[in-house]
Antibody, heavy 124, light 109 residues
Framework: QVQLQESGPGLVKPSQTLSLTCTVS??????????WTWIRQPAGKRLEWIGH???????NYNASLESRVTISVDTSKNQFSLRLRSVTAADTAVYYC????????????????WGQGALVTVSS | SSELTQDPAVSVALGQTVRITCQGD??????ASWYQQKPGQAPILVIY???TRPSGIPDRFSGSSSGNTASLTITGAQAEDEADYYC????????????FGGGTKLTVL
């Protein structure tokens, strides 16, 4: 059973960098089949895809966040990470890491395993 | 990027059938996947692809699609099905980028 767990500071000051790590257990990250994804959800709002990375490809990012975000992977530690720079109060949200699968041939995409979520508050 | 539109709220009487819809241009090319989210919990995948349920999801959940609209149907809704439901698909305009719908709050009466 694959499990994901987010970790990192729950409070970040405005203009600083939000950093979160997702640790994956119960499965290997080296397969190129799956994407390793960050998704966030402000209180009472919709899920927002931040971006993802495959173990052997460059990351893809939400265009609205692309200038501030970096996602990286360390397969030796079975972890992937999120860095979001120059944060404001609008970045306050629950941040989820998830495993994704996508196939253009099969015309489908889904996230089958999720972490429990990490609340990050941006405040001075 | 494309967008996915859902009705904000839907209600259903206990034991009845309810359909939750999701509209968007990307759905002409990609199937939607559907997630159930209860308060304070992470989303759970309930339907993906043409109409596939992950292991452990009750068979009262089913999916369908036509044109730019995807639907999640719950046949014989139970009290425990009360939750927010989100659709998701790949973005039609970019490789591997994805979009989520705004979510539908399902109330079971």
């Amino acid at each position: 059973q694959v499990q994901l767990q987010e970790s990192g500071p729950g409070l970040v000051k405005p203009s600083q960098t939000l950093s979160l790590t997702c640790t994956v257990s119960g499965g290997s990250m080296t397969s190129g089949t799956y994407s390793w994804t960050w998704i966030r959800q402000p209180a009472g709002k919709r899920l927002e895809w931040i971006g993802h990375i495959f173990s052997s490809e460059s990351p893809n990012y939400n265009a609205s966040l692309e200038s501030r975000v970096t996602i990286s992977v360390d397969t030796s530690k079975n972890q992937f990470s999120l860095r979001l720079r120059s944060v404001t109060a609008a970045d306050t949200a629950v941040y989820y890491c998830a495993r994704g699968y996508s196939s253009g041939q099969l015309r489908l995409s889904f996230f089958d395993y999720w972490g429990q979520g990490a609340l990050v508050t941006v405040s001075s | 990027s494309s967008e996915l539109t859902q009705d904000p709220a839907v209600s259903v009487a206990l034991g009845q059938t309810v359909r939750i819809t999701c509209q968007g241009d990307s759905l002409r090319n990609f199937y939607a996947s559907w997630y159930q989210q209860k308060p304070g919990q992470a989303p759970i995948l309930v339907i993906y692809g043409k109409n596939t349920r992950p292991s452990g999801i009750p068979d009262r959940f089913s999916g369908s699609s036509s044109g730019n609209t995807a639907s999640l149907t719950i046949t014989g809704a139970q009290a425990e099905d009360e939750a927010d439901y989100y659709c998701h698909s790949r973005d039609r305009s970019a490789t591997h980028r994805v979009v989520f719908g705004g979510g539908t709050k399902l109330t079971v009466l």
